[in-house]
């Protein structure tokens, strides 16, 4: 009986290359993971927004007009949400340094609150908009 020859290992499908091609060609991938970023604002204390800053700085140029509608929502989520994040950190630095409890921790417990529901809110929104590739209506108005 003859040798079989021996078996090609699997390929993958072309259309799994095809599709992540796509994927990263998209050019709505950078700004959706910027609001992914956006979601973590409050809890990095503004370092993930830093970043989203720079991103939205940056790419905003090379961008369709559609997309630019959605930086300049990114860059004034930002703008909007940083105060609130400063105000949190040095409430929490003074907490922890005073040892206060009691109401004061009850108003940074809001605060954050506060602040995490404005930025995650924004977020939301953008994300939304951005999945069905339709522009920010209103990308320079502070409310959602």
């Known amino acids: ?9 699997a390929t993958p499908a072309k259309g799994a290359s095809a599709d992540l ?40 140029d090379k961008t369709p007009d559609w997309l630019k509608s959605h930086y300049e929502f990114q860059k004034r989520t930002f703008w909007y949400s940083i105060l609130p994040v400063l105000l949190t950190a040095i409430i929490y630095t003074f907490a922890q340094r005073h040892a206060v409890s009691g109401p004061v921790t009850a108003i940074l417990m809001g605060l954050v609150l506060l602040c995490l529901a404005y930025t995650v809110g924004r977020a939301i929104v953008g994300f939304n908009h951005l999945l069905y590739s339709r522009p920010i209506p209103n990308s320079k108005d502070w409310l959602v």
């Open 1 to 9: 009986m003859p040798a079989k020859p021996p078996q090609k290992p």
């Open 21 to 60: 091609k796509a994927f990263v060609a998209d050019p709505r991938l950078l700004p959706f993971a910027t609001y992914l970023l956006l979601f973590f604002t409050t809890m990095t204390f503004g370092l993930s927004a830093l970043i989203v800053m720079l991103i939205a700085n940056f790419a905003e």
